[in-house]
């Protein structure tokens, strides 16, 4: 029997740096987080040779990276030019919070209509920690990440459409300034008296409070997220760029028939 052969030092070397190179969820986390910080502004081309070398990754990685963030509505992908970060207005993210609101809401309701005690327990347990966190100044990120645990259990009692839905609303609001409006209200209320609400509502199996408690969780980070996009000058409706002319040449009007 031949003997298996053992992989070179080359070869090790190569496993060892294909496994730290980055995933495509990877980078579009650090992506994500550099929008969040500002630190690619509105309009700003990513282009993918840049990205390829300054991260070691092949083009499909940094591909279904942008597609990612395409579909978190933080960057615009255009056919033949590449891609760019989103001039999000005002009005687009307030009114996804506003659907958004509404599927907590349903979410929440169907928690205490549909939720065995095991799941209850565990989301109580979560907001215990996440009031622990804010209370302790937590970093916002973790912060945000149980509260997203929390909605998660309570979507899980939602029909697989009304799941569907959460998800591709979560997805689109989630990463629009909701840390900054978190860490920047750290030393205020917050929304923290909402989820204490939400507690004692589900303790009680209240659905009626609990999802109105649920979407004033959101209408409070709805108003802070459009107060710092005004802060910081963003496009509204109004301001957005309008339509170029049609270059369409113009139809001519048919001619007269001269009477025969």
Known sequence: MAATAKPSGKSKVKDAAA???????DLAQTLRVRIQKSELAP??????????SEFGVGRSIVRRALRTLADDGLIEIEENRGARVSATTVEEVFDLYEVRAALYGMAARFACLRASDTLIRGMLTKIDRLLADAEAKAPA??????SESIFGDMTSCASADGQR????VRRKTR???SYLALAINANGPGPYEHWRRVRAALVDRDADRASQ????ILYFMQGEVARIMLARGPRLISEAPSAEPSSAPKRRAPAK????
């Open 43 to 52: 309009g700003e081309w990513l282009r993918e040779v840049k990205l390829c």
């Open 175 to 177: 990463f629009h300034f």
């Open 213 to 216: 408690s649920a979407r004033d």
């Open 165 to 168: 839905m959460i998800e591709a």
């Open 19 to 25: 496994s730290s190179a980055p995933t495509a969820d």
């Open 257 to 260: 028939r001269k009477p025969g």
């Open 141 to 146: 990120e973790q912060i945000m990440e149980v």
